[in-house]
């Protein structure tokens, strides 16, 4: 996913606006977001909190009436922009940030035409926009490291550990089969093809869900794997290779 020009669609209706700077800094981590868009009913009262967000962070705010008493206008906007970005070609890559399932369609239309797409939205959107994605990232997470950048407070601290995802048997079976899958003849696997190749089969998977930062930490904790770094032949970061333990193969 590395230098997208990347297209930021926001679904204002469905996404809080506390957290829009991390939001915009995940992002960046993936490409440039040449254009930053969002959408929604800027009359009603309740999207008026939006307002000095979008000048901080330079993102175009696009007036939608709700023309009909319970219907989301804010959808067909954002699907028939999203279009149109498509086929002008000047991008390489979508952000879609909701959390509603109603852009599952879309999102699978552009990468059926061969672009990235990144999802962001809370822990309640429905799996068929999740998985509809390449990678999908929890806001949730951007609240936790926004929280750890503030002073500690020990019922808050406690509050935030409790939020996270558990580590359960499901996600180690499919650390541990992505490791076989990937692995070489001695089974020694790149680490970075297993990210890579979780990520595929589980656009939702972040280390950060489990209370991780990296990858890494979250296999040691595991116990089931060795860790072995390596020179890399063509400069001086290291390489990671991770293995199943012989015992634990047997079993």
Not at 116 to 140: H, L, R, S
């Amino acid at each position: 996913m590395e230098n997208l020009n990347i297209a930021v669609l926001i679904d204002g209706d469905n996404i809080p606006s506390a957290y829009v700077k991390e939001m915009m800094e995940e992002i960046a981590k993936y490409g440039n977001p040449t254009i930053k868009r969002i959408y929604g009913d800027w009359t009603k009262p309740n999207l008026s909190k939006w307002k000095h967000i979008l000048l901080e962070n330079a993102i175009t705010p696009i007036q939608q009436y709700a023309y009909t008493t319970g219907k989301n206008a804010t959808d067909s906007a954002m699907i028939i922009d999203a279009m149109d970005i498509l086929y002008s070609r000047k991008v390489n890559g979508f952000c879609l940030v909701s959390s509603d399932s109603d852009f599952t369609r879309l999102a699978t239309r552009l990468r059926e035409a061969g672009l990235q797409v990144i999802g962001i939205g809370e822990k309640k959107t429905p799996n068929p926009f999740i998985v509809a994605c390449d990678k999908f990232i929890y806001i949730e997470i951007l609240k936790h490291q926004s929280s750890e950048n503030e002073p500690e407070i020990s019922e808050k601290k406690t509050l935030l550990k409790e939020s996270f995802d558990r580590l359960n048997s499901k996600v180690i079976k499919l650390i541990t089969t992505t490791v076989l899958d990937v692995g070489d003849e001695d089974g020694w696997a790149f680490l970075g093809e297993v990210g890579s190749l979780i990520q595929k089969k589980m656009p939702n998977f972040d280390p950060r869900n489990y209370g991780f930062q990296k990858l890494t930490p979250l296999i040691k904790s595991i116990g089931k794997f060795e860790i072995e770094q390596r020179e890399s032949p063509r400069g001086r970061q290291k390489l990671i290779y991770v293995k199943l333990k012989k015992a634990t193969h047997q079993k």
